[in-house]
């Protein structure tokens, strides 16, 4: 039989367990609302739409999603991460979300040197000195262009497709017939009918490419139109425009990213810490594993998830890109 003390002790165990588990679901719940309630910042040519959730004292990490996809790419794998103890950022990138040009006048510029040069922005107003850095598609290529170009602002990397920095010069190079098929929509958004017709079809269009990308993820209404309604942003469609004509070499970007393109022309290896993942189904244009491991040349990991993972893991796998992530940090 329990003593009035040893029934007291009990009590309290059990009463602090129930608010401390109460407590834990609340902040769950917290994590999760933050995707439909960003925060904004100013930071450089962008009022930035960004979450922010996890302890603020905590390690950074830098989430970058991918087109034509949103934060919402992230929805489990932020707080998971969270709740581990890591502050977690992820910014919409320019053209989408709520993330707007603070200037009329500004070029809806879609240059990759760009996009990077925003998360650097980003990180100077947050007061972030350095960041673990993970992204997929878009998000992937702009962090390795920050890895590239601005080497202490990343702490290690996580890049599905791992080296994807490119040049107008290599992107003017012609494909195997196979390959040029892959990057359709690339060339149709070099037409003006391209640009009338994604204008019109966006979120259609959106759906073919997560379909085609991802042959085997079977997404839900639900997860498809809480990302589609980023791509309502006004400046969506011209960005995106601009990011695939640049590569084609139909636009010239802004001069005030010329340096950076410059470096970036010569394919600079990637120096930090750096897990790279494919998904064993991949059905979006990417290069092969072996065809860029030499490209990093710090600490250095690949990682093949499962056989029906496409262009998307962190939506598509959430817990095995939590864990690709938690390791790059310890690399």
């Known amino acids: 039989m329990f003593n009035k003390l040893a029934y007291s002790t009990l009590a309290l165990t059990v009463s602090l367990g129930t608010v401390m ?47 034509p996809y949103d934060i919402h790419s992230y929805a489990e794998v932020a707080p998971a991460l969270a709740a581990k103890g890591y502050r977690v950022i992820v910014p919409s990138l320019r053209g989408y979300g709520t993330t707007r040009f603070i200037s009329d006048k500004t070029p809806r510029n879609g240059q990759p040197s760009a996009m990077a040069k925003d998360i650097v922005n980003l990180m100077d107003a947050l007061n972030i000195k350095q960041a673990v850095f993970a992204g997929y598609d878009w998000g992937a290529r702009t962090a390795d262009i920050v890895a590239a170009l601005w080497p202490e602002r990343v702490k290690s990397l996580v890049s599905v497709s791992g080296y994807l920095i490119g040049s107008q010069a290599v992107g003017k190079q012609p494909l195997p017939p196979k390959a040029e098929l892959q990057w359709w929509y690339q060339f149709y958004f070099a037409t003006p009918r391209g640009a009338a017709g994604y204008a019109k079809n966006t979120h259609d269009f959106a759906r073919l490419i997560w379909s085609q990308a991802s042959p085997d993820w079977k997404f839900s209404d639900a997860a498809f139109n809480a990302s589609a309604k980023s791509l309502d942003n006004p400046d969506h469609v011209a960005v995106t425009l601009s990011n695939y004509r640049w590569r084609l070499g139909l636009e010239k970007g802004e001069h005030k990213y010329d340096s950076y393109e410059q470096t970036l022309a010569k394919l600079p290896n990637i120096t930090v810490p750096t897990i790279t993942i494919e998904g064993g189904n991949n059905g979006a244009p990417h290069p092969s594993p072996q065809a860029y491991a030499s490209k990093f040349t710090g600490k250095y990991e690949h990682r093949t998830f499962g056989a029906t993972v496409g262009h998307n893991p962190p939506q598509e796998d959430p817990q095995a890109f939590v864990n690709a992530v938690v390791d790059a940090d310890k690399l």
């Open 21 to 67: 588990s109460c407590q834990a679901e609340a902040t769950g719940a917290d994590y999760a609302a933050a995707f439909n309630q960003p925060e904004q910042i100013n930071a450089g040519d962008l009022n930035v739409g960004y979450v922010d959730i996890g302890p603020k004292n905590g390690q950074p990490i830098i989430l970058l999603h991918g087109w």
